[in-house]
């Protein structure tokens, strides 16, 4: 009964490629986010959606392009992979309280290797 | 660009000793977080506490809050080889609205020693 789950754990791909990671949430939140976290464990915020609708975009590439398609659900696809997209991918859910009071619940990460 | 900052990036004691840990910001916060993460693992929320607040407890931990100095502490007591991992403050920044924003600094790898 995993509150936050990912798949796949582990992803290993050539450059140039498409890949997709997958993130559903059991806990009943609204509001679902993506972080990266680099080799120097920095955790950097990426996308949020609250009830299907994009809240949070942080400069990112736009190859990388998120997809909710419904509440307990955050995708994240990555086109034309690069060297420097290899990084730690965390799904996160909360509630959206007011002024965020409301703790982030994390996934275990998928591991993406960019060869 | 980067919210917190965390001092030391890398602390090693031995069983039963405390933890201290630092971490600065730096512009106004609605709430602060720590979060724990273990190798390999995503990340768990500790604690929070909110910009009105000094203090706070729970369990083994504590949490102050220092809004004139920016600057919050969490102290681990009587530390077990189970606390090690890495453990990192969060912030969301007052000027986020009501966008759940959570920046995070870099984070203290924390070693305790059996």
């Known amino acids: 009964d995993t509150a936050v789950s990912q798949t796949p754990k582990y992803l290993v791909t050539q450059m140039g490629n498409d890949k997709s990671i997958k993130c559903e949430q059991n806990?009943?939140?609204?509001?679902m986010y993506w972080y990266k976290q680099d080799s120097k464990k920095f955790l950097k915020i990426m996308f949020s959606y609250n009830n299907k609708e994009l809240i949070i975009n942080e400069t990112v590439p736009n190859r990388f392009s998120p997809k909710s398609p419904d509440k307990a659900h955050l995708n994240l696809h990555i086109n034309s992979l690069e060297l420097g997209d290899s990084a730690v991918y965390f799904c996160?859910?909360?509630?959206?309280?007011?002024?965020?009071?409301?703790?982030?619940?994390f996934g275990n990460g998928t591991r993406l290797t960019v060869t | 660009s980067q919210q917190g900052e965390e001092d030391p990036q890398a602390l090693s004691i031995q069983e039963g000793e405390n933890a201290t840990m630092n971490c600065s910001y730096k512009t106004s916060i609605n709430n602060l977080q720590w979060y724990r993460q273990n190798s390999g693992r995503g990340l768990v929320h500790l604690i929070l506490?909110?910009?009105?607040?000094r203090e706070k407890h729970s369990g083994r931990l504590r949490v102050t809050l220092d809004t004139s100095k920016k600057s919050s502490s969490l102290l681990i007591t009587a530390s077990r080889a189970a606390d090690t991992a890495s453990y990192f403050c969060a912030t969301v920044p007052q000027i986020s609205g009501n966008t759940g924003k959570l920046i995070f600094g870099q984070g203290t790898t924390l070693q305790v020693k059996p």
């Open positions: 996160a859910s909360s509630h959206l309280a007011g002024q965020g009071n409301s703790p982030l619940h």
């Open positions: 806990l009943g939140h609204d509001t």
């Open positions: 506490i909110r910009s009105n607040e």
